[in-house]
């Protein structure tokens, strides 16, 4: 036998023990949180040595935990099958005789906050697992949940700019603490606007999808978990703001007012904030002694600009204001010169115009409906009189002749 092969045997030798001989160990997670007032859970395994094997009994098994130290009388805080008044109120919900100790305590308060061992008691079998432990933190609030943005379904930090138009997606998951009624996932904004999110509870996440719109810029999105206890509810919130990047819009109350002098006001909004340029004829604008231009920022997005014109300059058909970014552009045509009206005062005339033909074809028709119907009653008046004078004069010519009339030619006829 050469130095190879025996090696070979050697280390075959050490795995084999190491398959077929098996030691006490136990499977615990480090740190556990819990939310005061509601559940805990302790997932654990533990494995034992073979010669034990026998003695672990679906009847004799018993799962006792200790906390803050492994002293029978003074660390005992649950027995399974021998619960004490100042015990834990809880149990275990794995089975025992499968290795499986998960437990689960309730009621949880401070008093629950510290470390965790455990105890496997059945027959002949006495093991202290003290090498691995849990660390229980009991709080009073639940951990914030976690939002993602997620644009054309990649992620991205929260304060990149979102261009319009694009596929957003805003992920909320959570950590769950143990509670029951499971916690909840909700969603909100502010300002406020309708949402749409679709949720998967047993995992705790929920998305919010959407396409991006100028409305949504600088909208604050905040995911709320709740816990519902007994007594009252408690709830943790992650908040994240859209920042949205778009082209120029205009607004509606761009317009020009006239009296000695033309003032025609513009406004846009815009992100990147917009440029904003007056064109007169074709013909970009600047103050001089028959213009002048000024120009207020309404927000970080908002700018409006006026232009003043000297009547000289109002025989001018058009007047256009432009505002473009890196986005695109938008711009408006004033009319200036309608009758000596402003094309606004032209608008107004127009409108009241029509209110007045209005109202009088409403007159006409009314009159004219009202003539119709009494014809029609007249008609029929004199339908029935009529009618009836028909009738009086049927029943003169039918009548019979008297009783005298008749004895008269009988007289006559004897003679």
């Known amino acids: 036998m050469d130095i190879w092969t025996a090696e070979k045997i050697i280390l075959l030798g050490f795995l084999l023990k190491g398959v077929c001989c098996r030691d006490f160990s136990i499977s615990l997670p480090q740190n556990i949180q819990a939310l005061n007032g509601s559940c805990v859970i302790i997932k654990c395994r533990f494995e034992i040595q073979e010669q034990y094997d026998r003695d672990l009994t679906e009847r004799a098994a018993k799962g006792l935990w200790f906390k803050d130290g492994d002293k029978m009388n003074d660390h005992l805080v649950f027995h399974s099958t021998d619960p004490k008044p100042n015990h834990f109120n809880g149990k275990i919900t794995g089975n025992l005789h499968e290795k499986n100790c998960t437990t689960i305590f309730y009621n949880v308060s401070s008093e629950h906050t510290g470390r965790y061992y455990f105890r496997i008691e059945s027959g002949g079998l006495k093991y202290f697992y003290t090498v691995n432990t849990s660390i229980i933190n009991v709080l009073d609030s639940p951990p914030r949940p976690t939002v993602q943005l997620y644009v054309e379904q990649k992620e991205v930090q929260d304060q990149e700019e979102v261009l319009e138009g694009s596929s957003v997606s805003l992920r909320c998951s959570a950590e769950t603490l143990c509670s ?12 406020r606007i309708p949402l749409s999110e679709s949720s998967r509870l047993e995992e705790l996440i929920s998305d919010l999808n959407f396409t991006a719109t100028h409305r949504q810029h600088r909208v604050t999105f905040t995911c709320t978990i709740t816990y519902q206890l007994q007594d009252e509810n408690k709830t943790a919130e992650h908040s994240i703001t859209l920042h949205v990047q778009y082209a120029p819009k205009i607004s509606p109350s761009s317009s020009c007012n006239r009296t000695d002098v033309t003032v025609c006001f513009f406004e846009a909004d815009g992100n990147p904030s917009p440029e904003l340029e007056w064109h007169l004829s074709g013909r970009p604008v600047t103050n001089s002694s028959n213009t002048f231009i000024s ?121």
């Not at 029609?376 to 004069?393: D, F």
């Open 180 to 191: 029951s009624p499971p916690p909840t996932l909700t969603w909100s904004s502010t300002p």
């Open 295 to 415: 120009e207020e920022r309404l927000s970080s997005t908002g700018l409006r600009s006026s232009i003043t014109l000297h009547q000289s300059l109002t025989h001018t058909s058009t007047l256009k204001c432009g505002s473009r970014n890196t986005h695109g552009t938008a711009s408006q045509w004033f009319q200036l010169h309608l009758s000596g009206l402003q094309f606004a005062d032209y608008q107004q005339a127009t409108v009241s115009l029509l209110i007045i033909l209005t109202l009088i074809l409403v007159l006409f028709a009314l009159t004219v409906g009202l003539a119709l119907y009494k014809i029609r009653q007249l008609s029929s008046k004199l339908k029935a009189q009529n009618e009836a004078a028909g009738t009086y004069a049927s029943l003169q010519l039918s009548a019979p002749p008297s009783e005298y009339e008749t004895l008269n030619i009988k007289r006559s006829d004897t003679q």
